[in-house]
């Protein structure tokens, strides 16, 4: 059967016990109140006892007197720390007039240095720390810890200590509650972190097609002003110059002939005016090289002041290629 008592002893006077209880109180200001576990306070009592206890929440704590014990500071080889109470209780009967049956003890490393470790042993005999027991329950007092002088140690044996809950224990069955919390605000951290990065890529990729539509809106209206530019300067010079047309028109038409009105508009030329012979206008005017398709408009009428007669013709007039050289052009 395993031995608790020599490893309950090594943990109550070992450095580990008191990074642990540290190490809680650290972690008991980092967690929340509602999951942190609260230790209960200590209630102190000196012994010797002058008045009955009364029981109550709080853990007992019997105090007892630094005449009461025997204490002893050693110093043992580094190798003892790994099983320091089970060395000291080997070695006891040096540090002290009895053996370790005939106490309960408590050793504590105080300090490692390079060579070897300082130790404090602290002891009492058995007999006589089971009077002072019960001489307490005598007095209602039941003490969950026996320590010495404010040491911080505990000589109570195992035996005799109340069952209660391990320190800690509770916080020990909230950690994996709090992990798994943790974990699913974490994930839901990186998906929120992740959703937010998708919907800015969204807005980018929204504005770069509104820009792109954009580029394209304008794109197509210069093509379509090029066009109508071309379209324009291609009718331009598809056009005569308006000095061929009368250059051409004066070769055209007899000497007895003039003008009073000439219209060009939309590829077609108006003109009117007298002429001695209007009638063989028609002819003439097909020798002309910019102009198609005469015809009379309306009657010719004699004008009685001039004796002449009034006309009024309509001609297409003939597109040039758009490469075809101007009169102006050497």
């Known amino acids: 059967m395993i031995q608790l008592e020599p490893i309950a002893r090594y943990w109550r006077a070992s450095l580990l016990q008191q990074g642990w209880r540290l190490w809680l109180t650290e972690l008991r ?12 306070p200590e209630q102190v009592h000196h012994w010797p006892l002058t008045a009955p206890v009364v029981p109550g929440n709080a853990r007992q704590v019997l105090m007892l007197a630094p005449d009461a014990v025997l204490q002893q500071s050693v110093q043992l080889p580094l190798a003892a720390a790994r099983n320091l109470m089970e060395v000291v209780g080997y070695e006891l009967d040096r540090y002290t007039p009895f053996d370790a049956e005939q106490l309960y003890f408590v050793a504590r490393q105080e300090r490692r240095t390079p060579s070897h470790l300082e130790v404090r042993v602290v002891a009492i005999l058995r007999e006589r720390l089971d009077q002072i027991l019960t001489d307490c329950a005598a007095l209602g007092l039941y003490p969950h810890r026996v320590d ?7 000589l109570l044996p195992a035996p005799l200590r109340p069952r209660s809950r391990p320190a800690g224990k509770q ?17 839901l951290l990186w998906l929120n972190d992740r959703q937010r990065v998708l919907d800015t890529m969204r807005a980018t990729v929204q504005q770069q097609k509104a820009e792109v539509a954009q580029v394209h809106a304008l794109r197509q209206q210069l093509l379509n002003t090029r066009g109508a530019a071309q379209y324009l ?30 219209d060009v508009k939309d590829g077609e030329v108006s ?5 001695a012979k209007a009638s063989g206008l028609i002819s003439r005017i097909k020798g002309c090289q910019r102009l198609d398709n005469a015809q009379f408009e309306g009657v010719i009428q ?18 040039e290629a758009a490469d075809a050289p101007t009169p102006h052009t050497p």
């Open 29 to 40: 200001g980092c967690v929340p109140k509602w999951l942190a576990f609260q230790e209960p």
């Open 171 to 187: 916080l020990q069955r909230s950690l994996p509650w709090l992990c798994g919390a943790l974990l699913i605000a974490a994930m």
């Open 233 to 262: 300067s291609q009718r331009k010079r598809a056009q005569p110059p308006l000095a061929a047309l009368l250059n051409d028109l004066t070769s055209c038409l007899p000497a007895d002939t003039w003008l009073d009105q000439l």
């Open 271 to 275: 003109f009117s005016g007298q002429s």
């Open 148 to 154: 010495v002088a404010g040491l911080g140690i505990d």
């Open 302 to 319: 004699p004008d009685a002041r001039t004796g002449k007669d009034q006309f009024a013709l309509r001609a297409h007039l003939r597109q």
